[in-house]
């Protein structure tokens, strides 16, 4: 029988051979590394203390958690958004219009003055000739009766307050009444139908 070669027979020894763990240490950078965050974060609990500080929590108070009252001008609205969303397109931000097309709201006598007739076009809309601060506009403003009597008062709120115009704000109350008091079902016919409105009694 002939001998194995000497290379087939180291061939098959390493092919048995036990497998065996070697150690492989951690890198010592990676245990340093490891070490100094554990310590830091020890540190850090002990230090700033945050569970006896209320102050690093929700900071605000019973008061800002509360809904707003019932009928307060603009309850639950944001009338910037509102007019963002409805009327800026129109009315510019600037609240300037569009000269001959579109009428200002900044100075405007309709949006300053009785809030009856602002909650009524609000609720209506007014078509036909208008005049605004001694110009003479002919359009159509639709009815934004689909806005609830919040959206309604903190939009009319916004505008009356806004720019250079400081009149007061309107209360969420007054369009619920104006709505269910109304029975239009068109815009209003210009300005004349609009004072008249004024010199009914509500």
């Known amino acids: 029988m002939l001998e194995e070669p000497e290379s087939q027979r180291r061939a098959q020894q390493r092919e048995q051979e036990e497998p065996s763990e070697r150690e492989r240490p951690i890198p010592l950078i990676v245990a340093a590394i490891t070490l100094a965050v554990v310590i830091f974060g020890v540190a850090y609990i002990l230090l700033s203390e945050p569970f006896g500080q209320a102050d690093l929590g929700d900071r605000r108070t019973v008061a ?7 009928g307060a001008a603009g309850a639950g609205a944001d009338g910037k958004q509102v007019f963002t969303a409805n009327c800026v397109a129109c009315h510019q931000a600037t609240g300037k219009g569009l000269p001959g097309v579109f009428p200002p709201l900044d100075g405007s006598e309709w949006v300053m003055g009785e809030e009856r007739t ?6 209506h809309g007014v078509s036909g000739e208008l005049s605004v601060m001694g110009n ?3 359009g159509a403003m639709p009815s934004f009766q689909q806005l609830s009597d919040a959206e309604l008062a903190a939009v009319a709120s916004y505008v009356r307050a806004e720019w250079s115009n400081k009149a007061g704000a309107l209360k969420a109350e007054l369009f619920a009444t104006e709505r269910k008091a109304g029975t239009r079902s068109t815009p209003f016919n210009g300005e ?5 409105l004024t010199a009914k009694t509500p």
């Open 192 to 196: 004349a139908e609009l004072k008249a």
């Open 136 to 138: 003479s506009y002919k």
């Open 118 to 123: 602002l909650a009524n076009i609000l609720l």
């Open 64 to 70: 800002d958690l509360r809904a707003p009252a019932a």
